[in-house]
């Protein structure tokens, strides 16, 4: 299958500050990212889709200005967290499109952002 | 009530047993049906992968969609430890581009 890199696998950051996530498509161009929260033991939340060239389109009840989603080429989208709080503190998880259809669908290794 | 149901587990079975697994949802609309493997603090990696109801056998994998229960099921046969993950459900309507719809997953473990 396709290769979605995530890049870093885990960040201690202190409150306040800003955290960037890295999601790369390694052996395609992914026209579309997806960025999702996972708390433990809980199931893949949808924050935001992330289309190359425009703006993310976030879900209901997802701060634009809290997780501010960049897609600027076709095989990088980047998540920052900003001001981060240790609510924030989650699993976070980029998945990549290769094409049309769910099978399409490739996730990245994902992010444990904690913040203190 | 959440859209997709799966029970949290843990399961756990022997080493060669066949795992069974399962989802409820209640959107009618759900015509794609997916299946994925998390390891601990990893990525979801896909499983199994069908549309519509039937049956879809892949190796050790058989998956299975009943809409007029609303009902997917998944089997590993012949488990081994390397197995021992949670599997996750997922699911969407037709029409709703790649927004899937996760359920909560279910934490199997595969005792040698």
């Known amino acids: 299958g396709a290769v979605v890199s995530q890049h870093p696998s885990w960040v201690i950051c202190k409150s306040g500050t800003s955290v960037k996530i890295e999601c790369r498509s390694l052996?395609?161009?992914?026209?579309?990212m997806f960025w999702y929260r996972q708390f433990p033991k809980q199931s893949l939340m949808l924050m935001a889709t992330?289309?190359?060239?425009?703006?993310?389109?976030?879900e209901q009840g997802v701060e634009k200005d809290k997780f501010l989603i960049n897609h600027a080429s076709l095989t990088l989208s980047t998540l920052t967290v900003t001001s981060a709080h240790p609510e924030d503190s989650s699993f976070y998880i980029c998945?990549?499109?290769?094409?049309?259809?769910?099978?399409?669908?490739?996730f990245g290794s994902g992010t444990q952002l904690s913040v203190l | 009530q959440k859209e997709v149901e799966q029970d949290p587990g843990p399961l756990s079975v022997p080493e060669g047993a066949i795992v069974s697994l399962n989802c409820t949802y209640s959107?009618?609309?759900?015509?794609?049906f997916m299946w994925y493997r998390q390891y601990s603090r990893k990525g979801p990696e896909l499983l199994m992968y069908?549309?519509?109801?039937g049956n879809k056998e892949d190796g050790r994998f058989t998956a299975q969609v009943d809409k007029s229960s609303k009902y997917i099921s998944l089997f590993i046969r012949d488990s081994q430890p390397s197995d021992s993950a949670t599997y996750l459900c997922?699911?969407?309507?037709?029409?709703?581009?790649?927004?899937?719809?996760f359920g909560g997953g279910t934490r199997v473990l595969v005792k040698p």
């Open positions: 069908t549309y519509s109801s």
């Open positions: 052996d395609f161009q992914a026209t579309t």
């Open positions: 998945s990549a499109l290769t094409g049309t259809g769910a099978e399409k669908l490739f």
């Open positions: 992330s289309n190359e060239g425009s703006k993310a389109t976030y």
């Open positions: 997922a699911m969407r309507p037709r029409a709703a581009g790649n927004k899937l719809t």
């Open positions: 959107n009618s609309a759900f015509q794609y």
